[in-house]
């Protein structure tokens, strides 16, 4: 068997699941999309608080999918991935709805 039969045998085995491994970065890449068009319309405070939103959708995805189906999501362990995504969450969220006034001030 060469070497291009033993990838072939190896992907078809993998069937459906490889197709759909990385729909969980998929889905927060869609909020983030979200977001970046709220903040072009200049409503950035509605823009950052989604992108909080698409942290927290990692951090929840990261924590129900078993590691093998939370494709790109995965970085380090299970335990550091939900910390730094629920810190990092809790950051963008408290600017964005802490924030008041200034010269980026939605009307």
Known sequence: MTM???????HDRRGGRA???QLP????????????LRIVQYH??????LIGA????????RAVLPTGRAGLLVIRGKVVD???YTGLAAAVLYVALTIIGGP????
Do not use: K, N, Q
């Not at 291009?4 to 190896?10: M, N, S």
């Not at 970065?25 to 970046?36: E, G, N, R, S, Y």
């Not at 980026?104 to 009307?107: R, V």
């Open 4 to 10: 291009t039969e033993d990838r072939r045998d190896v």
């Open 19 to 21: 197709r759909f491994t």
């Open 25 to 36: 970065f998929a889905a927060v890449l869609l909020v983030v999309a979200v977001a970046a």
């Open 44 to 49: 950035w405070r509605e823009g950052a608080a």
């Open 54 to 61: 698409a942290l927290l959708l990692a951090a929840v995805l």
């Open 82 to 84: 939900i910390v730094t």
């Open 104 to 107: 980026f001030a939605s009307s």
